[in-house]
């Protein structure tokens, strides 16, 4: 295998060396316009050297400027091309420098336009006067002999034009009917075409034209424009060249905007065969004639089938040729690497057989001085993120203790020792904030192993089975959720709290949002530094969640700068504490977030208050007076209350109001929520259970539907929702004091 392999190495560099050593021969291509007739032989001559690799292909464009062409034509000659293809712009013209080049023994192969010297190698082109012929033949049979034509000319002085319109000329005349009223003379070009033709009918405009012969695809095309524009009856048009493509003269012939083209091949592969017989001495034909034909509508569709399939076998090459360009230059900079890199190996062992014990105990050492960098900038991270959280439950228990009664009946010496301890804890406080506010900017997060984090997923685990086990009447407790990743901290926190509140636990953000979600808290107090998610990352969620929008969050942190509490701020926290904090203070903000909570309850107390009244008033005016005008129920809806939740648990009350079974479950499945958390939502902003809203709902509908339409009481009862007529007029004296009838009387 290893014997293969080198086999295939030194093929690939004998390859390598012979291609480099190849001889290579400069041949310069001089076209005289540019046009797509151009581009696609060039396309073809740059295809064919794809199996020349001893060809190198250099591109000069005249413009059909005759001086530009003799310019590039010297310029090729000097910049030492073995061999030039030429196709003349004009023949009186260029004639010169072609001479000039053949004298100086440059090959020359005239491609497409004739000069007027034999000063040439080869040429190879198609018979432009036999191709004006069979047009003429085609015009005048096409037109059954009798008829008028007008012809546009190629650029005067070029071979295809004088040699296509002799060869037309001579056809037409063998038919007497047809009459040759116009040959305006263009420059292959449509624009000029257009605009000849354009001024030919304006001074013309009786005339009237059967057909139309441009010498060239793009003049035919120009006349056509022409005529449309001067809204003149359209003659029939021919062309020359017959392209494909979608701008080519083969589908202007199926799209019937040409009657007929006649394909002038470009033939770039037969080009450089020439060339390539010449540079390497073969031999090769001096006058090479291309075939041609001409293109009606009924082969134009095969034609450009067959073109299409063409083009694309082309693409392919050239994608093919490419890679093996790129491997072949791969491997020549492979072979280059190889030489170097063995001599670079040699060298390497040398220098490693002398200095390799001195380099292992260099990299030893630097080893272990960036292990003593990473430690000391580990220690100093660790030590300026959570030196807070160990003087909280320092600070924090020691204020406990000062308030109970067992310091203050302790001996006095206790006391005293007590105090030094109390007083050195505020002062190391105050060293560590004055640290840290120096180090301003240069926080690091290092998420290390703690032990007591191995607590998380059972604490966890625990508060989620309490939760399953609590009855409603549990549900209603007031509950805090710690977030914290420090499981003394969350410890102190319970310890503080749980005298107040039921007290559930997360280890960091992540496991908060979850908790949060599945047991909905009354209020959230929760650390900022945290691994898997950080506590404003947390509070950002719980804010967006419609489920936990409501609850308030306390963020708890070291970091103490105004723009860390105004980055939490933002991220939609209520309140914002920094370690160490009294207990007092924590307790005080939590009890006014919460009685903040009491603000929507109340909205909904309020509401049931004016509905009393609302029945009140109606019955003293009733009594007082003939009072018949109807008074507006109470409505469900709350224009102070906008929260997104509510409105849509209203929507699917009131769209369902009339099912006699419709229950918690019901809604909690349409709100996708469970059953626990749609009732610690609902109670959380309303202060009263699912059930009770439903039935206010029911109550409220029906209220409404008393006193605004003449429906029978039964008749209402049922369409609420409420499963008996007795069963309704006892709710309704439940909550509004009177009966469904009294009101009515």
Request: proline share 3%.
């Amino acid at each position: 295998m290893k014997t293969r392999n080198i086999t295939f190495i030194l093929a690939l560099l004998t390859l390598c060396a012979c291609q480099s050593n190849q001889k290579k021969y400069a041949v310069g291509v001089s076209q005289c316009s540019d046009d797509i007739w151009r581009d696609k032989q060039n396309q073809e001559l740059i295809t064919a050297a794809f199996f020349h690799d001893d060809i190198e292909l250099r591109f000069a464009n005249a413009k059909d400027n005759s001086e530009q062409q003799i310019q590039q034509i010297d310029s090729l000659v000097e910049s030492g091309i073995d061999l030039l293809i030429v196709a003349p712009n004009q023949m009186s013209e260029v004639t010169p420098a072609i001479d000039r080049a053949y004298d100086k023994g440059i090959p020359v192969i005239v491609f497409e336009r004739k000069t007027n010297s034999h000063k040439y190698t080869a040429y190879v082109g198609a018979d432009n006067y036999q191709m004006g012929h069979t047009m003429g033949e085609y015009v005048c049979q096409r037109l059954g002999g009798q008829g008028k034509v007008m012809v546009v000319t190629g650029l005067k002085g070029s071979s295809p034009a004088i040699d296509r319109h002799n060869g037309f000329r001579d056809a037409v005349k063998r038919h007497e009917g047809i009459d040759i009223v116009a040959t305006l003379q263009g420059d292959w070009t449509k624009e000029t075409a257009y605009a000849m033709v354009k001024e030919w009918l304006k001074t013309h405009p009786q005339e009237q034209i059967d057909m139309v012969f441009g010498m060239n695809d793009r003049t035919a095309m120009g006349a056509r424009q022409a005529f449309e524009e001067q809204n003149r009856e359209l003659p029939l048009f021919c062309g020359v060249d017959g392209l494909p493509g979608d701008n080519g003269g083969i589908a202007q012939v199926r799209d019937s905007l040409l009657d007929a083209t006649f394909i002038y091949p470009t033939s770039g592969e037969k080009l450089l065969e020439v060339a390539d017989d010449i540079l390497h001495g073969r031999k090769f034909e001096k006058e090479t004639a291309l075939s041609s034909a001409i293109v009606t509508s009924n082969k134009a569709d095969v034609l450009l089938m067959e073109s299409e399939e063409v083009v694309r076998e082309s693409k392919n090459l050239q994608r093919l040729h490419e890679k093996a360009s790129e491997y072949l230059e791969r491997m020549s900079s492979q072979r280059i690497f190889i030489i170097l890199a063995v001599a670079v190996i040699l060298l390497l062992l040398l220098l490693i057989a002398i200095t390799y014990f001195y380099q292992v105990q260099k990299a030893r050492m630097a080893e272990e001085r960036r292990g003593m960098e990473r430690e000391r900038l580990d220690f100093y991270t660790r030590v300026s993120h959570e030196l807070r959280t160990p003087l909280t439950l320092i600070e924090g228990p020691l204020e406990e203790l000062a308030t109970g009664t067992d310091i203050n009946n302790a001996q006095p010496e206790s006391r005293r020792l007590f105090e030094i301890l109390r007083k050195n804890t505020h002062n190391l406080t105050a060293i560590i904030n004055k640290m840290l506010d120096v180090q301003v900017g240069k926080d690091i997060w290092s998420d290390t192993e703690d032990p007591q984090r191995q607590m998380t997923e059972i604490t966890t685990t625990s508060n989620t089975t309490d939760e399953e086990q609590r009855q409603e009447g549990d549900i209603e407790q007031t509950t805090v959720l710690i977030i914290d990743d420090n499981a003394d901290l969350r410890q102190y926190l319970r310890t503080i709290l749980q005298a107040h509140y039921t007290v559930i636990e997360a280890a960091n953000g992540e496991e908060g949002l979850k908790v949060a979600r599945e047991q909905i808290p009354d209020i959230i107090v929760s650390d900022v530094m945290m691994p898997v998610m950080n506590g404003l990352e947390c509070c950002q969620h719980l804010k967006t969640d419609i489920l936990t929008s409501h609850v308030p969050v306390i963020l708890l942190t070291a970091r103490a700068l105004n723009k860390h509490q105004i980055e939490g701020y933002r991220c939609g926290a209520d309140a914002y504490l920094t370690k160490p904090f009294a207990k007092e203070v924590l307790l005080a903000r939590i009890d006014n977030l919460l009685t903040g909570r009491q603000y929507l309850r109340n909205l909904w107390d309020s509401q049931r208050k004016e509905s009393e009244s609302a029945v009140t008033e109606v019955q003293q005016q009733r009594k007082d007076a003939d009072y018949t005008a109807p008074m507006p129920a109470p409505s469900s809806d709350n224009k102070d209350d906008n929260d997104p939740f509510m409105d849509k648990l209203k929507e699917v009350i009131e769209r369902h109001i009339n099912e006699t079974d419709l229950s918690v479950e019901d809604i909690s499945t349409e709100m996708q929520l469970s059953r626990v958390q749609l009732y610690r939502k609902v109670k959380a902003l309303t202060g009263t259970s699912p059930v009770d809203l439903i039935r206010k709902a029911r109550l409220a509908k029906a209220h409404k539907m008393l006193t605004e339409t003449t429906l029978s009481i039964s008749e209402i009862a049922y369409q609420t929702g409420f499963t008996s007529p007795s069963y309704f007029n006892k709710c309704f004296r439940d909550e509004y004091g009177t009966t469904p009838g009294a009101l009515r009387e």
